[in-house]
T-cell receptor, first 112, second 113 residues
Framework: GQQVMQIPQYQHVQEGEDFTTYCNSS?????IQWYKQRPGGHPVFLIQ?????EVKKQKRLTFQFGEAKKNSSLHITATQTTDVGTYFCAGPSGGSNYKLTFGKGTLLTVNP | DTAVSQTPKYLVTQMGNDKSIKCEQNLGHDTMYWYKQDSKKFLKIMFSYNNKELIINETVPNRFSPKSPDKAHLNLHINSLELGDSAVYFC????????????FGEGSRLTVL
């Protein structure tokens, strides 16, 4: 079955440093989504990428979808303590838009 | 107003018991889901209903039985609870049509002793 791999598993940074998490799929994706889960919270949708090579920005967050639509990245510029949480990528699997396969997530901790 | 609400938020019970978790969404979405998040934070889909019809049924023990009385509600009943069932169970919903952007509930933390 389809696998979605995410690296790194953990990342600890000093406040103000940049952070990047990478997502790779074993199959071509029709779209990819990113979610953020704060400690003790629930996953919250951040963004969806659909087009090959697409780049979207949300303030300090930059999301990219690879040209082959098999990989994606999330980059945070100048991290803040509010960025702490686990970032998940997710892509549809089994030919269904309703069945999302999640990566294992990257836990970001920020030292103030 | 909470968009996707689950009850209870915490559940502690003994092995062998039966328990239920309820979920309601007020977003007008047609599709609802149950996800399980284990201690390593891995999120895995269990079930999905679209307009009360089961559309996704992953490899889940048949001790788990979802029920959707209407498209705004999706419940999860678990029989004969086992230690390995301890996890956080998230309900989610999405609109029909297009990639499923999920709205998650706050989760129900189940601890089986």
């Amino acid at each position: 079955g389809q696998q979605v791999m995410q690296i790194p598993q953990y990342q600890h940074v000093q406040e103000g440093e940049d952070f990047t998490t990478y997502c790779n799929s074993s199959t071509t994706l029709s779209n990819i989504q990113w979610y953020k889960q704060r400690p003790g919270g629930h996953p919250v949708f951040l963004i969806q990428l659909v087009k090959s090579g697409e780049v979207k920005k949300q303030k300090r967050l930059t999301f990219q979808f690879g040209e082959a639509k098999k990989n994606s990245s999330l980059h945070i510029t100048a991290t803040q303590t509010t960025d702490v949480g686990t970032y998940f990528c997710a892509g549809p699997s089994g030919g269904s838009n309703y069945k999302l396969t999640f990566g294992k997530g990257t836990l970001l901790t920020v030292n103030p | 107003d909470t968009a996707v609400s689950q009850t209870p938020k915490y559940l502690v019970t003994q092995m062998g018991n039966d328990k239920s978790i309820k979920c309601e969404q007020n977003l007008g979405h047609d599709t609802m889901y149950w996800y399980k998040q284990d201690s390593k934070k891995f999120l895995k889909i269990m079930f999905s209903y679209n307009n009360k019809e089961l559309i996704i049924n992953e490899t889940v023990p048949n001790r788990f039985s979802p029920k959707s009385p209407d498209k705004a509600h999706l419940n999860l009943h678990i029989n004969s609870l086992e230690l390995g069932d301890s996890a956080v169970y998230f309900c989610a919903s999405s609109q029909e049509g297009g990639p499923a952007k999920l709205f998650f509930g706050e989760g129900s933390r189940l601890t089986v002793l």
